[in-house]
């Protein structure tokens, strides 16, 4: 199986030259949630409604997202496909619902028999993603590189021919870890001075989920500065607040405070708070009419345009929530 880095990955996007079929494997699951929203963006933004389908491996059949594949474009020339959890629809089952089991040669009678055909014989305007998540090697030492994909599979022998494998969640050194973040901060119009970019890295340890995650909150909250330091890393990841006000959130977006609105939902978030709960709670504040609502009547269009949008991409997996919630917050206070 060819196998390309994220970088490689997003100079094919750049250039629009997908592959037909991707595997994203590794650790990193919210660093593969922006890769595969990525790709779909691949389609434009008018028409993901009807060219755009996601699945999960849980609930979909083989036939399912074959059908999907091979679908023709509406009104555009590419689709694309996503399957979340694609593991748990790969590795096939029983007849009797065991996996693991006799139909692992993928014949005539196996559950992924219409993908293994798909795969054969791809489609030139549809772009298949799947997203496989981090797990120990399968049961049996039945395992393969693309784990947790069990090995002995026709479906698992098909994707390692015809599928281009990213491998997600991991910097080869520090220096590429560095590159990484200079380029994440000079996309958001921001330079790092060194000793913050040191201490978001001695932070993070061998975590690169982490360093990501933590990356885009300090990017965040650093947002209308020129550039980020240490001071910055120390709020926005060291230093844990408690909040004793449920609605601060609400309190800090109504007087266009981001940085503070900011700083309550990691709080929130790290005491196990949902960012469905603070999404209903920003939408009774913007709906509410005054005299007992407070939102500016000059923010309100906008505002609801950004409830909305992020109302469906949380309901759709369409990004990691945190990110989604972070960026409603800003376009809020904006």
């Not at 139909?103 to 993603?129: H, I, K, N, W």
């Not at 990691?266 to 469905?276: K, N, W, Y």
Request: charged share 30%; proline share 7%.
């Amino acid at each position: 199986m060819p196998s390309i880095s994220v970088a490689e990955l997003r100079q094919h996007l750049a250039a629009r030259t997908p592959a037909r079929v991707y595997v994203l494997t590794g650790p990193d699951e919210r660093e593969k949630s922006v890769l595969a929203t990525e790709i779909a963006d691949l389609v434009d933004p008018e028409l993901r409604a009807f060219n755009v389908e996601r699945f999960y491996g849980a609930d979909a059949s083989a036939m399912d997202v074959s059908e999907a594949a091979r679908t023709l474009p509406m009104m555009g020339d590419r689709r694309v496909v996503v399957v979340m959890q694609a593991e748990r629809l790969l590795n096939g089952k029983r007849k009797g619902g065991d996996e693991d089991g006799e139909e692992a040669d993928g014949g005539p009678g196996s559950d992924t028999q219409p993908l293994v055909d798909y795969l054969g014989q791809p489609s030139d305007t549809t772009v298949v993603v799947f997203v496989l998540s981090p797990a120990e090697p399968p049961p049996q030492g039945k395992g393969h590189d693309l784990l947790p994909l069990n090995g002995s599979l026709k479906i698992t022998k098909v994707l390692a021919k015809h599928a281009t494998a990213v491998a997600v969640g991991e910097f080869g050194s520090e220096r590429e870890v560095l590159r990484w973040l200079e380029a994440r901060a000079r996309a958001a119009g921001l330079a790092v001075e060194p000793a913050a970019a040191q201490a978001l890295v001695d932070l993070a340890g061998a975590d690169p989920a982490k360093f990501r995650t933590d990356v885009d909150r300090v990017l965040t909250y650093a947002r209308g500065e020129r550039t980020v330091t240490p001071d910055h890393v120390e709020a926005a990841i060291v230093a844990h607040e408690t909040s004793s006000d449920d609605w601060a959130i609400v309190r800090a977006v109504e007087r266009g405070d981001a940085a503070a609105a900011l700083r309550e939902v990691r709080v929130r978030l790290e005491d196990g708070d949902s960012p469905f709960a603070m999404l209903g709670q920003l939408a009774y504040a913007v709906r509410t009419p005054p005299p007992r609502g407070r939102f500016p009547n000059a923010r309100l269009e906008r505002a609801m345009d950004a409830l909305f949008r992020t109302d469906v991409a949380l309901k759709s997996s369409g990004g990691d929530p945190r990110v989604l919630i972070e960026r409603l917050i800003v376009e809020l206070c904006g």
